[in-house]
């Protein structure tokens, strides 16, 4: 079946602009997660959902990042007035509660603020 | 919160040698420490995951091993070949769906053809 997938796979965007990156995780997959990547770095914890609720959100650096996930299905990402430190990879994983923590990872969005 | 070690952050064998990954962490709550392969631009891959309640676990040429007291686990490859050439990141979290994994800075492989 299909993957974790993520879109845009880039984005380039100017400093203090408000910037949206979607992910679809693995159908039937309750569990949803957002991290962030930068060069040389393992992925960096954001936020967590279980269902619609974000059930740990203590990875978001500040009141500029803010995720949703309505339907408990696709999420998005949300950074306001962006700047040059959040430039990096952001990586969407899912998981089942069948298939306990396994975390299954998307490509990943390459977010550039220049 | 969990912080999670790794080392070496380089490493580079010959092809046919082994390779060993190590891992320290933190949080004596964390029971499930998987490990994912990252080849450059692409998304990471877990190749082999272990829980609290195993100390070791092998498939083919992967295997982990797990030390709870004294909190660290290792990546082990035998024979390896270039194609195992990538970053290797390990990774702690407590419990099934327990939520967000802590990962290790990742150990760059090398296998010299």
């Known amino acids: 079946g299909a993957g974790v997938s993520q879109t845009p796979s880039n984005k380039v965007t100017e400093k203090g602009k408000y910037v949206e990156l979607r992910c679809d995780p693995i159908?039937?997959?309750?569990?949803l997660y957002w991290y962030r990547q930068s060069l040389g770095q393992g992925p960096e914890f954001l936020i967590y959902?279980?269902?619609?609720?974000?059930?740990?959100d203590s990875g978001l650096p500040n009141d500029r990042f803010f995720a949703v996930r309505p339907e408990g299905s696709v999420s998005t990402l949300k950074i306001q007035r962006t700047e040059r430190g959040d430039s990096a990879v952001y990586l969407c994983?899912?998981?089942?509660?069948?298939?306990?923590?396994?975390?299954?990872f998307g490509p990943g969005t390459r977010l550039t603020v220049t | 919160g969990e912080n999670v070690e790794q080392h070496p952050s380089t490493l580079s064998v010959q092809e046919g040698d082994s390779a060993v990954i190590k891992c320290t962490y933190s949080d004596s709550a964390s029971n499930y420490f998987p490990w994912y392969k990252q080849e450059l631009g692409k998304r990471p891959q877990l190749i082999i995951d272990i829980r609290s309640n195993v100390g070791e676990k092998k498939d083919q040429r992967i295997a982990v091993t797990l030390n709870k007291t004294a909190k660290h686990f290792s990546l082990h490859i035998t024979e390896t070949q270039p194609e195992d050439s990538a970053v290797y990141f390990c990774a702690a979290s407590r419990g099934t769906n327990a939520g967000k994994s802590t990962f290790g800075d990742g150990t760059t492989l090398t296998v010299k053809p």
């Open positions: 959902f279980q269902g619609t609720g974000a059930a740990d």
């Open positions: 159908s039937g997959h309750t569990a």
């Open positions: 994983a899912s998981s089942s509660l069948a298939g306990g923590n396994e975390q299954y």
